[in-house]
Nanobody, 125 residues
Framework: QVQLVESGGGLVQAGGSLRLSCAASGRAVSSYATGWFRQAPGKEREFVAAINRSGGSTGYSDSVKGRFTISRDNAKNTVYLQMNSLKPEDTAVYYC??????????????????WGQGTQVTVSP
């Protein structure tokens, strides 16, 4: 069992930055791949970023590449999503998720085993 708790969301103006945290318990973050996803009202949940089990490989959606950075602190058992140059279209509920069955990360929502409750990010124009 893995429990995930997101934090760090909020309201920010376009061009601003936020750092989301995903605090894990029940299992070390270094033992599974972690993904960040987001869901805007009326839209499907979509992949944002992910980091593999070793922490040596990361991936991003085209819409956030170059602006967002995923990282991990094994000592704190926490995964982060640094979001810079935010745009109004980044507004969504952001979720972190754990895939305990693969070494590599996946971009597929259905492949993840555990999810956090989400944190709201709102970017004003």
């Amino acid at each position: 069992q893995v429990q995930l708790v997101e934090s760090g969301g909020g309201l920010v103006q376009a061009g601003g930055s936020l750092r989301l945290s995903c605090a894990a318990s029940g299992r070390a973050v270094s033992s599974y791949a972690t993904g960040w996803f987001r869901q805007a009202p009326g839209k499907e949940r979509e992949f944002v970023a992910a980091i593999n089990r070793s922490g040596g490989s990361t991936g991003y959606s085209d819409s956030v590449k170059g602006r967002f950075t995923i990282s991990r602190d094994n000592a704190k058992n926490t995964v982060y999503l640094q979001m810079n140059s935010l745009k109004p279209e980044d507004t969504a509920v952001y979720y972190c998720a754990a895939d305990i069955h693969t070494y590599y990360y996946t971009r597929v929502v259905g492949e993840y085993d555990y999810w956090g409750q989400g944190t709201q990010v709102t970017v004003s124009p």
